[in-house]
């Protein structure tokens, strides 16, 4: 029936004028907000939907391998598990209830559990409970998944050092990132909850030992149970390296240095692989957190002690003499004291009633100051710096290890070293320090006459696919020497170990290893006396290089050399020679 009332058709009209805009603009608002949420927010909204049953769990890349160089492992990867707790979905009795059980079966702080939870942004998220787990701590919780809801107990790999303490210093360990080198890590695309290598091989080679990590998905129910799931992206594990190391040495050495503080370095002089590397005291590189009481050190002395060099230096100023015209049969009165002039006090040679006259064979034989003390005087300073750094003290090696300190020589404050001074320098003390790896690469430039490999540690790398993808290539240094000059050098270094008045003597070398050495006794800051000896046999074609430097360990002729004789017996496997005609039978390898 048609409304005659115009007043009421107006009014009406009106009201359904008012409807129909509300109408609209809910229709434009629905419209608006279907487009918010599927073209503006659509990527977002589908990952979050998503993730309200599909949850992705990384898949950790097995760190590579260390190898020796006969295949035995260095660093390896264990199996363990991880356990994380997401609460989505679950509620608050439930949570509650499971985070009560977690803390029997996992022994997990329970306040600590619980800041996490609440730190969560999204409920979706998961919080990791406990890592490095082994598999009887997770078996409740597998054997009785319906008591912990939420629960999800990932496998994982740890890092195990079979030789642990034996070899911590070369292998370093792992651990993770350092807050200094947070930003660096994740330029290169890291996690900042990644195990990284913190020093040692792990350390230098970590672009080579890291691999890359997988994911898989997993399917889970409204109550937050497992259902199904697939690994979408393997892991790419890391390369494996092969040192140039010996681990039965390496062991042998340990045992040898018998928990003193000290270094020892073997090393092929012909080519710079370190066969055997040793600081001690050490510390366990599976658990690197120094406790109260440990006798333990993260210093690597064989790369980072600085030390005097003592005696040992001085087959370095016997070339320098050589080469600044001293004549080697030139003799030199030693009476057990040496004056400076206008001096009263005497500078004291190592046996007090002196050594009488000698030349620069018999002061190598004998180690005596005083014909050091006097060339010295005669060369000057500036020719002694030169040759000290020239052989390589005071400048680093190169060698792939990190850390590695520098030591001192004065070259450019040469002019410093008058009188006094210039009398401690010819014979190692005062003004010159270097690290155990500088002495030892000295040593190689006198075995190879003058040709000195840069130390190393690493052989190759290799990939999932055995493709060699990283080998050290040889580099080294030329320094200049004389077969004549050698010849001196290594006359009077092998009297010092085969002849009954050299200060190894008394170590009773097999002179069928033809072993050229030099003992050295540096007093040290603290007032003792440190015992170093340095050798390398055979001396006409040298294969082995060994240096011992134990601190505080008094003459390096009593202390240091007899462990030298007994690694070199060990690498020869022979016992303490009868016979002087017998010949030296190298280890037989594994392969």
């Known amino acids: 029936m048609a409304i005659t009332n115009r007043p009421l058709r107006n009014f009406l009209i009106r009201r359904l004028n008012v409807v129909f805009l509300l109408f609209m603009l809910i229709v434009v608002v629905f419209i608006m907000r279907v487009f918010q949420l599927t073209v503006i927010r659509g990527d977002e909204l589908l990952r979050r939907s998503k993730q309200n049953f599909l949850r992705q769990w990384q898949i950790p890349a097995p760190r590579g391998i260390i190898f020796d160089r006969n295949g035995v492992p260095l660093a390896e990867n264990v199996v363990c598990y991880n356990c994380y707790f997401s609460p989505y979905r679950l509620s608050k009795p439930t949570i509650s209830e499971t985070i009560s059980r977690l803390v029997k079966v996992l022994g997990v702080n329970r306040k600590e559990l619980d800041e996490k939870i609440q730190k969560l942004k999204w409920r979706g998220a998961s919080v990791l409970v406990a890592k490095?787990?082994?598999?009887?701590?997770?078996?409740?919780?597998?054997?009785?998944?319906?008591?912990?809801?939420?629960?999800?107990?990932?496998?994982?790999?740890?890092?195990?050092?079979p030789l642990g303490k034996k070899a911590a210093h070369i292998i370093g360990y792992v651990g993770r990132i350092l807050p200094q080198?947070?930003?660096?890590?994740?330029?290169?695309?890291?996690?900042?909850?990644?195990?990284?290598?913190?020093?040692?091989?792990?350390?230098?080679?970590?672009?080579?030992?890291?691999?890359?990590?997988?994911?898989?998905?997993?399917?889970q129910n409204a109550r937050g149970k497992t259902i199904d799931s697939a690994i979408e992206q393997p892991a790419t594990p890391g390369a494996n390296l092969t040192l140039s190391i010996d681990a039965e040495l390496q062991q042998f050495c340990w045992e040898k240095i018998k928990n003193r503080k000290g270094v020892i370095i073997v090393e092929n002089p012909k080519n710079g692989e370190i066969l055997a590397l040793l600081s001690s005291p050490s510390f366990n590189p599976e658990h690197p957190v120094v406790t109260a009481g440990e006798d333990v050190s993260m210093l690597n002395r064989a790369i980072q002690g600085i030390y005097f060099p003592g005696s040992t230096v001085k087959p370095i100023f016997a070339i320098a003499a050589l080469e600044n015209g001293v004549n080697p049969e030139k003799r030199i009165f030693c009476s057990g004291k040496y004056y400076l002039p206008h001096w009263r006090r005497p500078f004291l040679c190592n046996q007090g009633n002196g050594h009488g006259y000698v030349n620069i064979v018999r002061a190598l034989q004998v180690s005596c100051n005083t014909y050091f003390y006097k060339v010295g005087q005669e060369l000057g300073g500036k020719v002694l710096v030169d040759y000290a750094y020239r052989y390589g003290l005071g400048r680093k090696t190169g060698i792939d290890l990190p850390f590695e300190e520098q030591g001192f020589v004065p070259l450019y404050q040469y002019s410093e070293l008058k009188r006094g001074a210039l009398v401690q320098f010819s014979i190692g003390q005062g003004k010159i320090n270097c690290t155990p790896i500088q002495l030892a690469s000295a040593y190689v430039a006198i075995a190879n006459q003058g040709r000195v490999p840069v130390p190393h540690l690493l052989l190759k790398a290799v990939n999932e696919n055995q493709e060699v993808i990283l080998e050290k290539e040889p580099n080294e240094e030329r320094i200049p020497l004389s077969p004549e000059v050698r010849k001196i050098i290594i006359t009077g270094l092998s009297k010092v170990v085969n002849a009954q008045s050299g200060t190894a003597f008394r170590a009773k070398f097999n002179p069928a290893w033809k072993v050229a050495g030099k003992t050295g006794s540096a007093q040290n800051a603290q007032g003792g006396t440190d015992a170093l000896f340095v050798c390398?046999?055979?001396?006409?074609?040298?294969?082995?290089?060994?240096?011992?430097?134990?601190?505080n360990g008094g003459l390096g002729g009593h202390v240091a050399a007899p462990i030298a004789r007994d690694i070199l017996e060990f690498y020869y496997q022979q016992q303490p020679p009868t016979d002087t005609t017998d010949k030296p039978t190298k280890r037989t390898k594994r392969t």
């Open 536 to 551: 390398f046999a055979p001396y006409d074609d040298p294969e082995i290089l060994v240096l011992v430097l134990i601190e």
């Open 181 to 219: 080198h947070l930003k660096e890590f994740l330029k290169k695309g890291y996690d900042s909850t990644e195990t990284v290598g913190i020093s040692g091989i792990e350390k230098v080679y970590e672009d080579y030992l890291r691999g890359k990590d997988g994911y898989e998905v997993i399917v």
């Open 132 to 161: 490095d787990l082994s598999l009887l701590d997770v078996t409740p919780i597998l054997e009785q998944k319906h008591l912990f809801p939420g629960v999800h107990i990932q496998q994982s790999l740890r890092r195990r050092y």
